[in-house]
């Protein structure tokens, strides 16, 4: 089993920055891809960025020149440097892990969320 621990939510002001981190434990044996996705009330759960082989990398338009994704594969962490957040931006933010555990049998996890919430 595979679990993710997400950290680093809170409060900001608009133009302000957050670093959210994610660590994974349990048995992992490789992992294919990373990311963050998030979820505003009444409304669906959406992609924000994702990070896999090669640390090709995948944002959402409406993200794209503000947040930065970034792993360590070794740490099986992913992290998310957002900056310049606008009151759209908040949301409860999930970290995802696709990979194979020391069974060779795929995962798909996610975190628990975390909040973010911009406002003045």
């Known amino acids: 089993q595979v679990q993710l621990v997400e950290s680093g939510g809170g409060l900001v002001q608009p133009g302000g920055s957050l670093r959210l981190s994610c660590a994974g434990s349990?048995?992992?044996?490789?992992?294919?891809?990373m990311g963050w996705y998030r979820q505003a009330p009444g409304k669906e759960r959406e992609l924000v960025a994702t990070?896999?082989?090669?640390?090709?990398?995948n944002y959402a338009d409406f993200v794209k020149g503000r947040f930065t994704v970034s792993r360590d594969t070794a740490m099986k962490s992913v992290y998310l440097q957002m900056d310049s957040l606008k009151a759209e931006d908040t949301a409860v933010y999930y970290c995802?892990?696709?990979?194979?555990?020391?069974?060779?049998?795929?995962?798909?996890?996610w975190g628990q969320g975390t909040q973010v919430t911009v406002s003045s």
């Open positions: 995802n892990m696709k990979g194979l555990d020391r069974y060779s049998r795929p995962f798909d996890s």
């Open positions: 990070i896999a082989s090669r640390d090709s990398t």
């Open positions: 349990g048995r992992i044996f490789s992992i294919s891809a």
